[in-house]
């Protein structure tokens, strides 16, 4: 932003200035945090759901 002003660039100064308050209002730490967990809890799940088909393959060779 400093190099646009600088440089007289109002309109993209304008966009910026935009685009960090929209982030600043959308990105909070609760909300990193709460996008981290859901990844966690995806991939949990695709674990359990590979252990559950190891487990009917090993119970199969019995």
């Known amino acids: 932003?400093?190099?646009a002003q600088k440089h007289d660039k109002q309109r993209r100064v304008t966009?910026?200035?935009r685009a960090l308050t929209e982030t600043r209002?959308?990105?909070s730490d609760a909300c990193l945090r709460d996008a981290r967990q859901e990844k966690i809890n995806q991939h949990q799940r695709k674990v359990a759901e590979?252990?559950?088909e190891?487990?009917?393959v090993a119970d199969g060779d019995n």
């Open 54 to 56: 190891l487990k009917q």
């Open 15 to 17: 966009r910026l200035e």
């Open 50 to 52: 590979h252990e559950r």
């Open 1 to 3: 932003m400093d190099l």
């Open 25 to 27: 209002t959308t990105c």
